[in-house]
């Protein structure tokens, strides 16, 4: 059976650090591409980025590119996002989720999701 | 980037009936790179249709999907008590983006 399990909500200042996990299981974890989405307080979905473990290659939503940072330890199965440096607006539910690749007519590759997590609150206030 | 529109925003339906739920592209979503997810308040999404009308493991047979092109749409042939969500479209013919959503309530 396939599980995301990500750690749990976080109250950080504006300025701060912060990493979030999610460890999965079920699935032989190199091979596959895992991600996260967005949801802000009361709004939709949003997706953030994807990592493919096996050899970290990373993509992100333009709306995210170098404001967060995702990575993956293979030893443990377990994805990471991270921020430098948080604001106010990065106040949000964060979803770790198995990405299923697809290849566009452009040769590039997207994704749906398949599995999520149970989401990480990261709360963001002075 | 590939916006959605989805419609309406919000449906008043009662159990037994039919939902039809719309989502419209700026573009082309080639391939019917197309999902659908059902969201219950305080729970992740889960995928209901990939590939515009491919039912997820484990989704009952009322849900279908259908659509090309631009336009496609998620029906719930007879609402059940447990259907009553937010349902967002998906596309993944470009990088990812989602719609805003329809809640059936």
Known sequence: EVQLVQSGAEVKKPGESLKISCKASGYIFSNLWIGWVRQMPG????????????????????????????????????????????????????????????????????????????GTLVTVSS | ??????????????????????????????????AWYQQKPGQAPRLLIFGASSRATGIPDRFSGSGSGTDFTLTISRLEPEDFAVYYCQQYGGSPTFGGGTKVG
């Open chain 1, 43 to 118: 709004k939709g979905l949003e997706w953030v980025g994807v990592i493919y473990p096996g050899d970290s290659t990373t993509k992100y939503s333009p709306s995210f590119q170098g404001r967060v940072a995702i990575s993956a330890d293979r030893s443990t199965s377990t994805a990471y996002l991270q921020w430098d440096a948080l604001k106010a607006s990065d106040t949000a539910v964060y979803y770790c989720a198995r990405h299923v690749t697809m290849i566009t007519f452009g040769g590039a590759a997207s994704w749906y999701f398949d599995f999520w997590g149970r």
């Open chain 2, 1 to 34: 980037e590939i916006v959605l529109t989805q419609s309406p925003g919000t449906m008043s339906l009662s159990p037994g009936e039919r939902a039809t739920l719309s989502c419209r592209a700026s573009q082309r979503v080639g391939n019917t790179y197309l």
